[in-house]
């Protein structure tokens, strides 16, 4: 599709921007992927069985990574931190293992779901065992300013799957409305993995409330190309499969950009694929066309890329350094994850 290449044109230095981040903490990268091995151990064999299908099968770590290098931004040199990086990821993984379930989702980064393999009452067991361990580092840190920023954290996490179930379906959704979920369920772990890297350091409200805003800007620009990526990818682009959010009737930027430039027939077509699911098997090919006609890919990355300005302006609190530079390169990567 041609609307596809305003993104594929931005991958330029994007997975370089990656690598220059995990070849600055590598250290304490590793350290903190041992302790997450450790961590999802148990006696009941299921569940380390279960939680190494999505933990150590990969993923890019980029909650954890930015908590790293935070920290390190701020001049922290101890090792709380890594423990803190362990507990973002847990946070994160538990959440894809419920939504996941949520979802119905057959694939997650390239394989099969656990849910797929495993069922959904040990996918939805096994991520409360994820959180129940995010918050036994969280109480072994000892910090009530973390777990107070991590905890609510994930309760926003929540709120935001909840309100996305309350949208699904609905072309009356706003944009505000659109913009709340995405809060919720991406750039609130967002803004709390990078917040507590100044919160470790011990550095003034100022930089904490800096990292806040370069996260949650972050996680904003992340999901809004996401959000974009699932109507104009490959699926073995992408590692999940094309299309999930249409067939779920998610009611997303592209579509509501679509749905409110299209003509009463369109918007009649949206209708009928989002709100009342019938859809045939050439319906993903036509919404796919529309959101391309009326240029609604191309502009929600634009959006995004405003989003990625304003955490480069967050950024320019801090002094010029490795860890600073490598934190704006992820900002591109983001945006340009469609390479």
Partial sequence: MAEASPIMDAASGGEDALEALTALVRDDLEACNRLIVARMQSPVVLIPQLAAHIVAAGGKRLRPLLTLAAARLCGFRGERHVALAACVEFIHTATLLHDDVVDESALRRGQASANALFGNKPSVLVGDFLFARAFELMVQDG????????SAASATIAEGEVLQLVTQNDTTTTEAQYLQVIEGKTAALFAAATRIGAVVA???LAEEEAL????????????????????????ERLGKTVGDDFREGKITLPVLLAFQRGTEAERDFWRRTLEDREQGAEDLA?????????????????????YGDQALAALARFPDCAERRALAGIVEFCIARAR
């Fill in 143 to 150: 910090s009530l300013k973390v777990l107070a920023i991590l």
């Fill in 202 to 204: 011990d550095r003034p």
């Fill in 212 to 235: 806040d805003t370069y996260g949650r800007a972050l996680g904003t620009a992340f999901q809004l190309v996401d959000d974009a990526l699932d109507y104009a990818a490959e699926q």
């Fill in 286 to 306: 036509e919404a796919q066309r529309l959101i391309a006609r009326h240029g609604a890919l191309r502009d929600t990355v634009e959006r995004a890329r405003v």
